[in-house]
């Protein structure tokens, strides 16, 4: 009879054995990936070192017995000739150098070996039969011994040849290769699905993974496939190379694709350097990798020393740190960007993941959180990847307690209190206080200041920047209060600068009330919007009162945009800042003619500008047209009225010439505004 401890060991195989079943069938059957891989490596080691030291509990169905899951059971089986194995992982250099040494020992050399280094292939291992050079058959490697017929599927894939290119090719040939998704075809699967309310892929390896097990090949040919071919298994007739370097580059000239990543090193120690350059390049490649993969390049060395029960002796796959890990969600608090928009970050107990500690990840946004449906408390899945900052992939909810919080929106900004804003439809929730939320503070004010706004000329982004970093200015009111000597001052801020930037603040007291529309920064509220709400309303105050009913009867202005100046009106905070605006003397100026007064006199003319103009800018005439009631487009068309045409006209006027359109002069335009 064994031991207490001999049972307390054999009962953990036995959890490590049902665990790893259950969460091979989840990603291989399922394809709903339930643990991260990191996850599953370190069950599966675990459970080969209790093996290891206690062999009379090795059983022929343990997980480490075999290489995969059974075949789905939708798809013919196909019986591989030669049984398609996986590979052993190292997780460091020193387990690198251990396996370098194990190599030198069996081989009784001294001498570097040359090693056949390419990418790890995040997708799915595929073998596929072409006799006489056409393509036969192609399976999935399954269990290693069995796999699933999916030959429909993989002609769906544009790299894999039907028939193979040149001569000399075997009469039978087995190639055997990684069909994986592509970075930039699994964002717009995802995109896409979830346009359509659809269940989103993982990541791209579950995304391959689904799109080839699919009944119906016309789905596969849909997803944006590849493949990239790493070896040969079975094969009769012709002469092959005899290392592996050479026989990629030969399936290279029969038209299969192969990985350019592919390089012949000599010694452990190019390895290691191998490894690093791919590691630094990982995130620019456009697909995704998890490690790399070292192959003996002599096949007759290979030959020499064979295999262990799971995988050959002469291959190691070098993994990089994990991606994807399992922690706890500790806590949910939403963060204000500059434009602000919330965002919920999820504090974390801390978990190395991606080479790095992390403890924060992001959630992007409200629909995220429901999609997802994670809840604080949730054990999740989190990804980094290279720079990317961290973000929670999944819950694990099969895990839950029933203890876990659902995650609110809050109601309030967690910096100023102002109302945050979520209207329907949309995905991002905003802060509502723009003109006084600390957050959104520098960003407001360079809108205020900027050309199509206040027109501030000397006030640049920079400077904005070193005003608030030195604690000057808080709000945009705080510009008109600036004093020479604050200004002189700053860095590369003389006395001269200072007083050209208070004579241009001083000159920008009276704006068109069109202008400081704009400046105040409302959501959607851009410059043709400003003009036509200074058309309608005298002044702020009045705009300030409008309902929403009132503002959607105007043009352009529909319910939404109508909600955004609502709210934007609605925030005490807001306007304490345009009070304290009109404190320091910045007093708009409302149009001459409002549509309340009577028609506007170029209302329903499209106009196009060109040429350089000589009393006025382009800008300013633009505007002044606006006022005028006339629309302003870039490209002169049949249905443009007039073309306003400065010196050095060039093809617009060409154009408007050829289409009949009538050609205005500065002067003529004068004219016409002083009707």
């Known amino acids: 009879m064994p031991s207490r401890d001999h049972k307390g060991i054999a009962k953990k195989i036995a959890q490590l054995r049902d665990q790893l079943r259950q969460h091979a069938h989840s990603y291989y059957v399922l394809d709903t990936p339930s643990v991260p891989d990191a996850e599953y490596d370190r069950l599966f080691r675990e459970l080969q070192q209790l093996e290891a030291e206690y062999p009379k509990y090795i059983t022929a169905d343990s997980p480490t017995q075999r290489v995969g899951a059974e075949p789905l059971a939708g798809f013919s089986q196909v019986k591989h000739g030669l049984p398609m194995l996986s590979l052993d992982n190292v997780f460091s250099d020193e387990d690198l150098i251990a396996f370098d040494k194990r190599i030198h020992d069996r081989l009784k050399t001294d001498d570097d070996i040359e090693y056949a280094a390419e990418p790890k292939l995040d997708g799915l291992a595929v073998s596929m039969i072409y006799q006489n050079g056409q393509l036969l058959q192609a399976a999935t490697r399954g269990d290693g011994t069995t796999g699933e017929d999916v030959t429909h599927n993989v002609k769906t894939i544009q790299a894999v040849p039907l028939c193979l290119s040149g001569k000399n090719y075997p009469a039978l040939l087995e190639v055997r290769g990684e069909v994986y998704m592509p970075k930039k075809g699994f964002a717009a699967l995802n995109a896409k699905a979830r346009k359509l309310g659809e269940k989103t892929f993982v990541n791209p390896r579950n995304a391959a993974a689904g799109s080839l097990r699919q009944l119906d090949p016309r789905i596969a040919a849909q997803r944006p496939l590849a493949m990239y071919c790493y070896s040969v298994g079975v094969h009769e007739g012709g002469d092959l190379p005899e290392t592996h370097t050479a026989m990629l580059k030969q399936l290279a000239l029969w038209g299969l694709p192969v990985c350019a990543e592919l390089k012949l090193v000599s010694g452990v120690a190019a390895c290691i350097k191998y490894y690093q350059s791919i590691q630094q390049k990982r995130d620019k490649l456009a697909y995704d990798i998890d490690g790399v993969v070292y192959k003996v390049n002599a096949f007759n060395l290979q030959q020499q020393l064979g295999f262990v029960a799971r995988a050959p002796r002469w291959a190691v796959a070098h993994k990089f740190p994990a991606q994807e890990e399992l922690t706890i969600i500790l806590d949910v608090e939403f963060q204000v960007g500059r434009t602000g928009a919330l965002t919920p970050v999820a504090r974390l107990e801390p978990v190395f993941v991606g080479g790095v500690t992390v403890s924060n990840a992001t959630l992007h946004n409200m629909d995220e959180v ?37 995650i609110q929106l809050p109601k309030k900004c967690p910096v100023c209190q102002s109302t945050v ?21 520098t960003e407001a004010i360079k809108h205020f200041a900027s050309r199509k706004a206040m027109d501030i000329d000397g006030l640049g982004e920079k400077l904005v920047e070193q005003l608030v970093e030195a604690q000057l200015v808080s709000t945009v009111a705080d510009i008109y209060r600036l004093r020479l000597d604050e200004l002189a001052g700053l860095e590369r801020m003389g006395i001269k600068s200072a007083e050209n930037l208070l004579t241009a603040i001083d000159r920008s007291r009276q704006p068109a009330l069109a202008r400081y529309i704009y400046a105040l920064g409302i959501r959607e509220v851009g410059e043709a919007t400003a003009l036509n709400l200074a058309a309608e309303y005298p002044d702020v105050a009045a705009l300030a009162r409008a309902s929403l009913d009132e503002l959607q009867r105007i043009s352009d202005i529909g319910p939404i945009v109508a909600q955004h100046i609502v709210n934007f009106f609605a925030q005490a905070h807001n306007r304490e800042v345009i009070a304290a605006l009109a404190e320091v003397g910045v007093v708009p100026q409302a149009p001459t003619i409002t549509s309340r007064q009577q028609n506007l006199p170029l209302s329903g003319k499209t106009f196009v500008i060109t040429g350089t103009l000589s009393t006025m800018t382009r800008d300013e005439a633009k505007l002044r047209l606006q006022q005028a009631g006339a629309k302003v487009t870039g490209s002169v068309s049949a249905k443009t009225d007039y073309l306003l045409a400065g010196e050095n006209a060039g093809s617009k006027l060409t154009k408007a010439e050829k289409l009949g359109v009538e050609i205005m002069t500065e002067d003529t335009l004068e004219r016409v505004f002083r009707q």
């Open 370 to 406: 429901e999609r997802k449906d994670i809840r604080v408390g949730d054990r999740v899945i989190v990804r980094r990847a290279g720079d990317v900052i961290p973000e929670v992939v999944s819950a694990v909810i099969a895990e839950r307690s029933g203890r876990e919080k659902k």
């Open 421 to 441: 804003e979520r209207i329907e439809g949309e995905a991002v929730a905003r802060c509502s206080g723009g003109l006084y939320c600390k957050a959104q503070r």
